[in-house]
Structure formats: C-alpha cells, structure tokens
C-alpha cells in the first residue's frame, strides 16, 4: 500500500490472514503441549520431564496381507482370549457330565490308636497300626441337580462359541479396514512428496518473477501458503500412515 501496489482492503484482508495465523499458531503449541504430556505419561514417572523426539529415518515395511492374516489368526488377543474361553467352557462341561460317574474313594490310615502314646501298650499289646476304607458312591437321584449343572455349562459353552465366532468375524472385518487404511496412506506418501517438490519448485519460480519485477508479493505469499500447506499434508500423511500400522499391528497381536 506504501508503494502503490496493493489497495488497503488488500493489507485488511492480509491484517485478518496474520491474526489468524496468530490464533493457529497458538492452538498449535497447545496441542504439541499436550501431547509432549501424554507421551510423557507413558515414558517418565513425572510427565513434565523435558526430552525430545526424532523423526525416523526410513518408514517401516508394510506386511503382505498372508502375513497379516497368520499373524492376526495366531496372535489376535480378543481371539486368544475367547478361545481361552471356549476351552474353559468345554472343561467346565466335562466337569459337569462327570458327576453322573460313581464316584470311588479311597482312604488310608495309619497311626496310634490307645489311651498311651507308645508303640505298645502297658500288657505289651501293639499300638501302631493301621486301616484301609473304601467307598463307592453311586448317583440314582439327586433332585434332577446334576442335570441342570450340565445344562448351564452347556449355555455357557454355546455362549463362548458364538462369542468366538462374533470376534473372529469382527477380526477379519477390522482387519480389512486396517489394512486398506494403510496401504491408502503408503501410496498417498508419493503423492505428497511430489507436492512438496512441485511447490517448491512454484516458490522458486514466483520468487524469480518477482525479483525480475513480474510478479507481486501477495503472489509470492499464496507460493509460500502452498508449499507450507503441502509441508502440512505430507506430515499429516506420515502420521496417518503410521497411525494405520500401529492399528494394524495390534489387531496382529505384535504390540
């Protein structure tokens, strides 16, 4: 506007651009705040201790989808948990149905059995001795108890399949949400790179026009908002990407 070059509503409009910039800016270390905080939770007894973060170097390798699966099918902890469960509910129904054998019992005694605490008494009868006893206990009727004691571990038994089968069916749902999830953001990473390049590039040749005298600076300033905006895509991409294999790794069972 001092130069003539640009009219006022022009240095409004970028008074307005700045403040909010402003406001952006200050959002933006608040969730850095926060997050530096809940890292800190799960690193240091005292999540105010001050330490900082590296990028990594190189992305990790995507897994094929068949070691996916082997892993997911052999390590899933909901599916090891139910299958835990079915096996306990199949040995709580042997429990049960065992209760219609006989039952035999076997006892063993030996020891004193006299007035004297001797090994033999005072007319010279031997003290020590010892006794076998053994019991049969046969089931005919008991009120129809044991019956109903199998029929809940078998309710208990169908519960833990159709539970079994309910978390193997969201597995293998969740699975293919986490995977194309993941795979999308893979591929979307050239992508933004090449932004990042071809907006750089748009910077370098903006900035050269407006040194030659053809191009103005609110010119210069939309290259640079490009080249930061793709910056923000290209990183939001990574988080996204390793957000997506953490996902994916847990359902596998190797976090």
Request: aromatic residues 6%.
């Amino acid at each position: 506007e001092a130069g003539v070059g640009v009219a006022h509503a022009d240095v409004v409009k970028a008074q307005l651009q700045v403040q909010q910039r402003q406001r952006d800016l200050t959002d933006s270390n608040v969730a850095a705040e926060k997050a530096r905080l809940e890292l800190g939770v799960l690193l240091f007894a005292d999540p105010r201790t001050p330490y900082t973060t590296d990028a990594p170097s190189s992305l990790p390798a995507l897994p094929t989808r068949s070691e996916v699966n082997e892993l997911a099918s052999r390590s899933n902890p909901e599916i090891r948990s139910a299958l835990a469960e079915v096996t306990a509910a199949n040995a709580g129904v042997k429990s049960a149905k065992a209760t219609y054998l006989p039952d035999v019992g076997l006892n063993f005694t030996y020891g004193i059995d006299a007035p004297q605490f001797a090994k033999n008494g005072p007319d010279g009868a031997r003290n020590l001795g010892y006794s076998i006893a053994g019991t049969v206990d046969i089931p005919v009727w008991d009120w129809l108890s044991t019956q109903k004691r199998v029929r809940q571990s078998e309710i208990r038994r169908d519960a833990a399949n159709v539970a079994l089968t309910a978390s193997q069916r969201r597995l293998i749902a969740m699975l293919e949400e986490s995977y194309a999830e993941a795979t999308a953001a893979r591929d979307q990473l050239a992508l933004f790179d090449q932004s990042v390049r071809t907006a750089d590039e748009s910077l370098r040749l903006t900035k050269m026009r407006y040194a030659a005298g053809e191009s103005t600076a609110l010119e210069v300033v939309d290259a640079q908002n490009s080249y930061l905006s793709a910056q923000t895509a290209q990183a939001d991409g990574l988080v996204r990407f390793e957000s997506a294999l953490a996902a994916l790794q847990i359902l596998m069972g190797s976090l």
